[in-house]
């Protein structure tokens, strides 16, 4: 990998020198300074991209990246500060996004996707950093001193806000992806990220808006339409007040839809394992 991204930053560079005015070699060599975590470098190149061609969108969104990337590298840590930094590489990512002006179509539908997802992240991230700070707040109050009895409050408030802040980060991702999928449905990543992200908060209207577009398109993604359809499956409510629950027994006629879709699948992307289980 090392060896690539060394080889691409020679390629960018010895095109930069025959083509100082075009904007793709500084994109290519922001390309190779981003593989190569050396975010700074990126920015500059992708400066001087915007330079040579402002109304490029692909600078921009390259340029939302080396803030993306960054942050969710340091997602992974459990280091409360380490997270706050993050979330704030997140926000800046973000706010390129916001500035993009797209035109209708697909290059709008990307930026949408990549700010829908930036923001679901966002809200991962602070809902991991609101655990954080709870921790640390127990370890405060175990001293009971009066210092650190304040500063449990203190972070105990500060973990409010970030759960407070993640329930509207998430709702913003929704927003955003659900645009996405409703303009073309037939795109997996961003309509499976919702899906997942609509599940675990049991929403179910824009889970139905979902379902209710991509069982529109003909072109239908795989992996998104199988969770639709075996959440379907499985969706038969037991009884809350029956104290022996039984298995749901299965709606034949939802049973048959279900697997007439996930053939219809099959057909168009022959071999794929997420629809093969499904069935």
């Known amino acids: 990998r090392a060896n690539q991204s060394d080889r691409a930053l020679g390629y960018a560079e010895a095109y930069i020198r025959e083509k100082p005015d075009n904007w793709q070699g500084y994109y290519t060599q922001a390309q190779a300074f981003l593989a190569m975590a050396r975010y700074d470098e990126a920015r500059k190149s992708l400066e001087r991209a915007a330079g040579a061609n402002s109304k490029e969108i692909s ?18 840590s459990k280091d409360s500060n380490s997270l706050k930094s993050s979330i704030a590489q997140y926000a800046s990512a973000a706010e390129v996004l916001e500035k993009i002006q797209a035109p209708e179509g697909p290059k709008k539908i990307d930026v949408q996707v990549k700010a829908g997802m930036v923001a679901k992240e966002t809200a991962r991230t602070m809902q991991i950093l609101a655990a954080r700070l709870d921790e640390e707040a127990l370890g405060a109050e175990a001293k009971r001193d009066p210092n650190s009895l304040a500063r449990r409050d203190r972070l105990r408030a500060e973990a409010g806000t970030c759960r407070d802040q993640a329930a509207e980060m998430r709702k913003k991702a929704k927003d955003l992806l659900l645009a996405a999928v409703t303009s073309d449905p037939s795109q997996d990543a961003p309509a499976s990220a919702l899906v997942d992200l609509c599940l675990s908060q049991r929403d179910e209207k824009t889970l139905a808006a979902v379902k209710d577009a991509i069982l529109k398109t003909e072109d239908r993604p795989p992996l998104t339409t199988t969770k639709l359809m075996l959440r379907d499956l499985r969706s038969e409510e037991l009884d809350p007040n029956s104290k022996l629950q039984a298995p749901p027994s299965l709606d034949p006629q939802k049973a048959a839809f279900a697997r007439g879709v996930l053939e219809g699948i099959l057909v168009k992307h022959p071999g794929n394992i997420q629809v093969e289980l499904g069935l």
């Open 59 to 76: 600078v921009k969104l390259l340029l939302a990246e080396t803030y993306r990337v960054p942050a969710t590298r340091a997602s992974n």
